[in-house]
């Protein structure tokens, strides 16, 4: 079982920055993903960023270049720069047991979210 808490989110200005932090409790078999989504209103919780096992990274395109997401230990960060409007959401953190892919029906363990707002 294990257990994710995110902590970080809160109101910035556009343009700003804000870096999401997720402890992940419990054990991680050697082939995991942990990444970000946030709960969209049109489909359902939209896959922000992720980190395999083997390192590999994804980033959804309205994104890219602008988030970055890391893992130190057993700590999931996403540091978000250049922020706009339409990144106010929850951000949820999620990781797999024993896989490595990094779909969303993939993540079997969830975070309760932490609220982004981003002011225009």
């Known amino acids: 079982q294990l257990q994710l808490v995110e902590s970080g989110g809160g109101p910035v200005q556009a343009g700003g920055s804000l870096s999401l932090s997720c402890v992940v409790s419990?054990?991680?078999?050697?082939?995991?993903?942990v990444g970000w989504f946030r709960r969209s209103t049109v489909t359902g919780r939209e896959a922000v960023a992720a980190i395999n096992s083997n390192c590999d990274t994804t980033y959804a395109e309205s994104v890219k270049g602008r988030f970055t997401i890391y893992k130190v230990s057993n700590t999931l960060s996403l540091q978000m720069d250049s922020l706009k409007a339409e990144d106010s959401d929850i951000y949820l953190c999620?990781?797999?047991?024993?896989?490595?892919?990094?779909?969303?029906?993939?993540?079997?363990?969830w975070g309760q979210g932490t609220q982004v707002t981003v002011s225009s």
């Open positions: 999620a990781a797999t047991r024993m896989t490595s892919g990094c779909s969303r029906s993939a993540m079997g363990y």
């Open positions: 419990g054990y991680l078999y050697s082939r995991y993903c």
